[in-house]
């Protein structure tokens, strides 16, 4: 009943860290938020997307295609709160707790001594890892797909005494596929190698085998057909580092030339499967992208690097032990897509390495607390680490973020509706930080029917494989595009700037009036709203 | 036993780094081949582990001697956008944290220990990195202060090494490891040689990686 009651207090701190200004912080909504919320919004109101199409299996988002689930289930908060920041991140804020409860109950079905206290550090580590706060308060899939992932995980646990969870295991696993890229890859390759590793326990249950397979097949087939298209390979086509290597030459011999080559990639992608275990990217430095990562804060706190390799030492002298066997292979299955692109510590791809890596610090924690001989220094030393960590939490995420990178997470669209709301005249508003067009829809609930009348036919006859993204689009009187300054001042209209790219001389050597500015929380000007002046020509 | 001692010898000049301190310094690559071979046997052997270690030290002190002018135990100055940047925060914080950051301790601290917390920080998890020792550098900085130090090859060596570390370490060679890895810290991160107190460290068990794998003990 005690472990039941502390478990409880740590799901109340998860999630209150997670809901904790949920639609304040981070400030704004950011571009793929903006586009899975209003999506959802799409297709509550209409049943089909932003470009019309019912039922997508990659959900088309300027240009890319995103896994869908996230989408459909946002429905649900969408249809009883109403589009809104808070509504579109909450289904990634109640996965993160969940995910707190979930890693409880697999931990604790570990067969070693103090099994329970074992699941509450894992459970705690969870629901207090920078990595897990930061995906959880804003509306990526990847976090959902994550907890979909380690219920599949779960059920698979269960199998283990009662074989049909394995089906149970199978649909969930195939489910998790549909929340993100990276899992379809890692939930097929774990699944494959599990029944691999374990084939003598489920060998004589080969008719549940046979249905778990089946059902896991069907689940995929729409993903399967459309293997081929564009749409399920173009992100990683971009993002491969393949090309760079085959399109150089090393040897005028064709067949050195291929085996050098093939050296390179191979180099290469070890160093990028090693990146995502170093301790340097783990406890130290951020993620690359200002969006995928909390200054001053790593994935984990820098502490945690001590039991990070104690962690590993339990690992290594536990490794019969069955859920290590399966957090093992998780352990070395994960990076691998993550692995294959250029893009070095991508945190959001490897969210279930990331997991694992939280549990093995879990089981390093209770080493180090098991050298300690005395109670009370337990508890001390477990109170200063908690306090500490949370102090540093609320400084990098709560104070940093919200004004170092108000910016990157579309701060501003808000206010920048708020004041031409109402406004009758053309407005321009220039696009060229990205697709402005998606913050505006979501931040005015833009009629779906509308936005949809507007897509381009090609995009309807060919929805996954016609990929060129044109972001130029008008909405009612407001047209979202490149400006152009030459013709800018002959019309009577509005126009919105990026300050960087049109200062406050060129808009008096074009006559232009200035109605408001709109700044971000360190006082930088995001959009410079003037108006036009064509009668004094 | 001979076997052994070949191999360690191999690793320890079938690298590109050993050969990068010779042309340094041939003091300070001599220093790091024995040490490399003490370290081994410290890590492998039973006896005369307090003198060993004794040793160690001392050859580690002469080779800080020897490199005493990449030391910097206050680390570097900080940059004029690093100073910036402190200001910047100092704002949020006063606006965010109240009273909580405008008291003596808190003010102190920040203005003359965060930078250097940070920059030591920074500098010890950079040599934790084990893409600076196989890849030449990290996946980020491709290009830039990269220099070859051991081949790709010798990662499943090291790998097997360091979990032989992990499982079996004795008290007396964590000593070691940690003053090798606070003079790392301390070394100034564009110095021509890397965390060159780490050498043996990363020697030793990619030898005792080779040893565990094809020997197989």
Known sequence: MKYKIILFFILIIAAFIRFYSLDTIPGGVYYDEASQGYNAYSMLKTGKDEYGKALPVFLRSFGFYASPLYAYLSTIPIFVLGLSIFSTRLISALSGVLLSFLTYQITKKMDVKNNQIIALIASFITAISPWSILF??????????????VAGLYFLILSFKNKFYFILASAVLAVSTYAYQSERIVALVFLTVFLAVFWKHYSQSKKIILSAMFLFFIIQLPQFLLLSSKGASIRFAQLSYIDSFTQQTYFLTPFLNNIFIGFNIVQEFFSQYLAYFSPRNLFFDPDTQ?????????????????????????????????????????????????????????????????????IVISFGIYKILMFIPKIQFKISLSVILVILSLLHLYISYFVLLKHERSKDWGYGYKELVQKLHGESKQIVIEDNNGPAYIEYAFLTKYNP????????????????????????????????????????????????????????????????????????????????????????? | MK??????????????????????????????????????FLFLEQ????????????????????????????????????????????????????????????????????????????????????NLYFFGGHPRERGTYEFEKFPFIYLPFFIAGFLFLILKIKKITFIYIFISLILSTFI????????????????SLVGIGFIKIIFRK
Not at chain 1, 136 to 149: D, I, K, P, W, Y
């Open chain 1, 136 to 149: 959880s308060r804003g509306a990526f899939e990847a976090n959902l797909a994550l907890t979909v992932f």
């Open chain 1, 290 to 358: 200002s969006i995928r990562s909390i200054p001053l804060l790593s994935t984990f706190y820098p502490w945690m690097v001590l039991p990070f390799f104690m962690g590993i030492k339990f690992l290594v002298e536990n490794k019969k032990e069955l859920l290590i066997k399966i957090l093992l292979m998780i352990l070395f299955i994960a990076p691998v897509p993550a692995a294959a692109v250029s893009d070095p510590f991508s945190t959001l791809r490897v969210l279930p390495l990331l997991w694992v890596i939280g």
């Open chain 1, 449 to 537: 029917q509308r936005l949809q009348a507007q897509a381009d036919p090609k995009i309807t006859a060919d929805y996954y494989n016609f990929v060129e993204f044109n972001k130029d689009i008008e909405l009612d009187n407001v047209e979202f595009k490149s400006i152009n300054y030459l013709e800018i001042e002959y019309k009577d209209q509005i126009v919105v700037v990026d300050p960087k790219a049109f200062s406050k001389e060129d808009a008096d050597s074009h006559r232009l009036k200035l109605i408001s500015e709109i700044r971000d929380k360190r006082g930088e000007v995001l959009f410079t709203i003037y108006q036009t002046s064509p009668k004094k020509i």
């Open chain 2, 3 to 40: 076997l052994k001692i070949l191999l360690i010898f191999f690793v320890t000049l079938l690298n590109f780094w050993i050969w990068r301190i010779f042309q340094f310094n041939p003091w300070v690559g001599i220093l790091a081949v024995v040490d490399s071979f003490l370290l081994t």
């Open chain 2, 47 to 130: 006896k005369y582990t307090k003198k060993i270690l004794l040793v160690l030290l001392f050859l580690t002190l002469i080779q800080t001697w020897l490199i005493r002018t990449d030391i910097n135990f206050k680390l570097e100055d900080p940059r004029p956008e690093e100073i910036l940047q402190q200001h910047e925060r100092k704002f949020y914080y006063t606006q965010d944290l109240g009273k909580l950051f405008l008291n003596k301790i808190s003010l102190n601290y920040y203005q003359n220990y965060d930078l250097f917390f940070y920059k030591l920080q920074r500098n010890f998890f950079y040599i934790l990195d084990p």
């Open chain 2, 188 to 203: 100034n991160p564009a110095f021509r040689l890397g965390p060159v107190f780490l050498f043996p460290l990363v020697t």
